[in-house]
């Protein structure tokens, strides 16, 4: 299994960017896959969860109606489009593969190396 | 929602055993499965523990984790402990949708 984590970006308040992860080595559609957060010296925030294969999303309180998770299937790859950006949206961004194809019950068992979002003026 | 609370930092010798705890606040423990991760400085996290106490392939048997609903806590166990096991470790579990970290333990081998 492989994730690669690509599209951050230094961004401004208020700027939008898009993240891509390009997954190999598993049946793509066959399993959820998450965004998880990290902000410089903090801990872990879950961000968002995609579905195999119905779609189904759900997403942290934090960046609802903020962001939006999307997965093609037939390019292997989950994207992370961000809207409104704000400071506190600063973080390292990872994607995650899950362990099932539903949406909920997240549990993760492979990890992107990350990619770095940084929000300022 | 819940919270899961682990200690900030533990700290133990080489070959000794130690063992990290994962608190949830409210709702059964053994309700949804919890996940270890492992995050050495400057790297990505890693699973070393996965549905309570299964180990990902290639994750020594040094490595366990287990259950204890009688404190509704989750603990990782680790054995043998060597200066490559200093990292964050982070607990994970979710309730439906909502997926829940613990805030880290840093783990010092010395």
């Known amino acids: 299994v492989r994730l690669f984590d690509s599209g951050g970006d230094l961004v401004q308040p208020g700027g939008s960017l898009t993240l891509s992860c390009a997954a190999s080595g598993f049946t793509f559609h066959s399993f959820a896959m998450s965004w998880v957060r990290q902000a410089p010296g903090k801990g872990l925030e879950w961000v968002s969860t995609i579905s195999g294969s119905t779609g189904t999303t759900y997403y942290a309180d934090s960046v609802k109606g903020r962001f939006t998770i999307s997965r093609g299937n037939t390019k292997n790859t989950l994207y992370l489009q961000m809207n409104s950006l704000r400071a506190e949206d600063t973080a390292i961004y990872y994607c995650?593969?899950?362990?099932?194809?539903?949406?909920?019950?997240?549990?993760?068992?492979?990890w992107g190396q990350g990619t770095l979002v940084t929000v300022s003026s | 929602n819940f919270m899961l609370t682990q200690p900030h930092s533990v700290s133990e010798s080489p070959g000794k055993t130690v063992t990290i705890s994962c608190t949830r606040s409210s709702g059964s423990i053994a309700s949804n499965y919890v996940q270890w991760y492992q995050q050495r400085p400057g790297s990505a996290p890693t699973t070393v523990i996965y549905?309570?106490?299964?180990?990902p392939s290639g994750v020594p048997d040094r490595f366990s984790g287990s259950i204890d609903s009688s404190s509704n806590s989750a603990s990782l166990t680790i054995s043998g402990l060597k200066t490559e096991d200093e990292a964050d470790y982070f607990c994970q579990s979710y309730e439906s949708s909502n997926v829940v970290f613990g805030g880290g333990t840093k783990l010092s081998v010395l």
């Open positions: 995650a593969k899950a362990l099932g194809v539903a949406a909920i019950a997240t549990r993760i068992d492979y």
């Open positions: 549905e309570d106490n299964r180990r």
